[in-house]
Each structure stands twice: as structure tokens, then as C-alpha cells.
């Protein structure tokens, strides 16, 4: 039997009981798609934080106590930034190209009837520059001046201004934070990103307004610094520990600060997400398998049925591999089959929940290949038992078979 005879009996196989055939791939059909699904969405959502990290700058220290007790350290000491760790990281660390000292708190900023729970982060100018946010949406940030005479100004984050003014102009009104009336110069644009840190759900004050009228605080709860050189962020990084090292250490010779590099974040981000794709991919293959078992089942369940035919076929000369062929190729046509709709149901799966996301569908042609290579072997390696088994009847006892 030429090989194209044998394809066209295995389809006839398949065809003549359409419903099984169908249900006996459908676990093909959703393991493939499960792999495509979790590997797409995977990398979309990858894709989507290192943008939001990167927008915020890959050359940004971020400077924060280093608590580990209610704001102590292990022998109980205070961990606290001031303004002279401010001074001595600029001064000593010529890699630092801008520096601001940061409080922050939640409060609810008001306006009109509206009210929308944020972050407050009392900040100087240069916050702008270092969180790559200069270009407002609407408005400018605040200066120098409104600075030193602490002034009553704020600039919105954008999803605090789309959920107080509904995208009408913004700069001019006056908000309520706290109580205290303040007015709005500036919007920033749409960043992208979720949680505590997002800078859309943030807004900004001039850092003694912060700390004189609002929060009353004499200390800093971060510093935010941005280096010259992206690419010696590790040695800016080192230099910085080591300014606040010989200021600030517990008396178990402790650090009290940690300091983060926004570069080392976003390569965390990259190994954590890249970990996450291959485990969520690998728990969908386990469907795979199963659809495997299930194929090779029916497979053995249609040699039974078939017996008497292959008894027949064999009589009347047919070779050994021509029945293995014929056996082994109805299984990976059905895995094939089952691979190719399972291909189509996990990147139209993809497109859909990345638009819920709002992250963007990215299905990688490598995986699927992959998927599809697999689901393949799937079917050479489960439908080859029952395929073996149907080439080695005997005719004789075959044709009894009843």
C-alpha cells in the first residue's frame, strides 16, 4: 500500500465515526491551546511590566529603610533617612546625576463631589526628571521656588485625573488633600502598570509642603536618585551603600537602608516571568499527555473492533507495515488535526484575555512550532502501541474473531 493510500485510510478511519474522533482529540485540542494561551498571555504581561518599569527609568536607585521590625532593626535601632544623607549621597557619588528626598501617605484627594483614595509623594522638581516624567499631559510641574516657599501645588497622576476630572482640563482647579486646598499645575501622562507604585495613581507635592503642612514630618521615608550612566548603575549602586554605611549602621555593624536598582528590578522581572511562562506551559502539557492516554485508548478500542478487517486485509496480502502505517498514522492525524484547531482556539484565547488584560497578545511562532511538533509526537508515541499490536495479528486468528 503506497503511503498516500495509507493517509487516505486512516481519514476514511477517522471520518466514519466523526463524533468520536472528535471527542477522542478534544484533549489534544485543549492541551495544545492551553500551551499557546499560557505562553502568549505570559509574554504579554512581560512585555507590558518591563515597559512600565522601563518608562519609569532604567537608571533610577530608589533609597528606603531598611526595616525589618516595625521600622527597627534586629538589635532596635531607628532605621530613618534625612536630609544630610540627601546631601552626602550628591556630593560624594559623581554618578548621581539627580537626587530628591521623598515622604509619602495615603489620602483621599477631593474634588467637587468626586474622591479618589491615592498615594501622596511630597517631592522637589528634579522627581520629574528622575522618573521620566518632564512631558506633562497637561500643565508643568512644580518649581524651585514653589518648593522653598511651600507652596500649596500638585501634580495628578493620570488615573487620578481621569477619575476626578473625567479627561476635562485639570490645571487651575483646586483639589482638597487632607483638608488643605491645592492647586493643580500639571497631569502627568498615562504610564501603564498597577499596584501601590503605579505612577498613575500617584500625585505630587513640593516636598516641604509635604513635610511642613500636610504630613508634619521631620525625616524622609525614601530617596529617589537617578544616575548619569545607565550603565554603571552597579558601581553608582555600591558607592551610594557605601556613602550610607559609613553615616548610618546599628550597633551590630547593620545596614539600616537598602538601596534597589531599577535595572535590577526589571532583570528579576525577566527571569520571574520567563520561570512563570515555562512553569504555566509545562502544567498545560500535562493535558497533552492525557489527550495522548485518551487517543491511545480509542486506538486500541478500534484494533478490537477492526480485528476481523485486518484478519481480511492480511489474507488477501497486505504487508505488516502497511497495517502499522495505516494504525499509526490515524493517531497523528487526529493529534495533528487536534493540534492545528487547538493552535487556532489558544491564540484567538491570547487575543481575547490580553484585551481584558490590556497587556499586548504576544503568541511567539516558536511555541507554535512547539506545540505543534509536540502534539505530533504525542501521536507517534501513544498511537504506536495499538499500532504494533493491530500489525501483529495473526490472519487466521484474526478472521475467527467474533
Request: proline share 3%.
Amino acid at each position: 500500500m503506497k503511503f498516500s493510500d495509507s493517509i487516505i485510510s486512516a481519514l476514511r478511519a477517522i471520518t466514519a465515526n466523526k463524533l468520536r474522533s472528535f471527542l477522542t482529540m478534544l484533549g489534544v485540542v485543549i492541551g495544545v491551546g492551553s500551551v499557546i494561551a499560557m505562553i502568549g498571555i505570559g509574554e504579554g504581561t512581560k512585555k507590558k511590566s518591563l515597559e512600565n518599569l522601563q518608562a519609569m527609568g532604567t537608571n533610577m536607585l530608589t533609597i528606603m529603610p531598611n526595616w525589618r521590625r516595625g521600622g527597627m532593626s534586629v538589635s532596635g535601632d531607628v532605621a530613618t533617612l534625612k536630609e544630610e544623607d540627601v546631601a552626602a549621597i550628591k556630593a560624594r557619588v559623581p554618578l548621581i546625576d539627580q537626587i530628591t528626598g521623598v515622604v509619602r501617605s495615603n489620602a483621599p484627594v477631593k474634588y467637587r463631589n468626586r474622591s479618589k483614595s491615592t498615594q501622596i509623594l511630597g517631592v522637589e522638581p528634579q522627581a520629574a526628571i528622575i522618573r521620566n516624567a518632564e512631558k506633562t499631559f497637561q500643565g508643568a510641574w512644580f518649581t524651585d521656588r514653589d518648593n522653598e516657599m511651600a507652596e500649596r501645588k500638585v501634580v495628578l497622576g493620570y488615573q487620578v485625573f481621569d477619575e476626578l476630572f473625567g479627561g476635562e482640563n485639570a490645571v487651575g482647579a483646586t483639589v482638597r488633600i487632607k483638608n488643605e486646598n491645592f492647586e493643580v499645575v500639571g497631569v502627568i501622562p498615562y504610564k501603564g502598570g498597577g499596584g501601590m507604585m503605579s505612577p498613575d495613581d500617584q500625585v505630587y507635592i513640593p516636598l516641604k509642603t509635604a513635610k511642613t503642612r500636610l504630613f508634619g514630618k521631620t525625616n524622609l521615608d525614601m530617596i529617589y536618585a537617578k544616575g548619569s550612566n545607565a550603565e554603571l548603575m552597579s558601581i553608582t549602586q555600591t558607592q551610594v551603600e557605601e556613602v550610607l554605611a559609613g553615616k548610618r549602621r546599628n550597633a551590630a555593624g547593620e545596614e539600616l537602608f537598602r538601596v534597589m536598582n531599577q535595572g535590577e528590578w526589571i532583570q528579576q522581572m525577566e527571569d520571574q516571568t520567563r520561570l512563570l511562562s515555562l512553569l504555566l506551559a509545562g502544567i498545560a502539557s500535562v493535558s497533552l499527555l492525557v489527550g495522548g492516554i485518551g487517543i491511545m485508548n480509542i486506538m486500541l478500542v478500534s484494533v478490537t473492533e477492526r480485528t476481523r478487517e485486518i484478519g481480511l486485509r492480511k489474507a488477501i496480502g497486505a504487508q505488516r507495515n502497511s497495517i502499522l502505517s495505516q494504525f499509526l498514522l490515524e493517531s497523528v492525524v487526529m493529534c495533528v488535526t487536534g493540534g492545528i484547531i487547538g493552535i487556532l482556539i489558544g491564540y484567538t484565547g491570547v487575543a481575547f484575555v490580553a484585551k481584558l488584560l490590556k497587556v499586548p497578545p504576544m503568541v511567539n511562532p516558536q511555541a507554535i512550532m512547539l506545540a505543534f511538533g509536540f502534539s505530533a509526537l504525542v501521536g507517534l508515541f501513544f498511537g504506536l502501541y495499538p499500532a504494533l499490536r493491530a500489525s501483529s495479528l495473526q490472519p487466521i486468528e484474526a478472521l475467527r474473531h467474533e
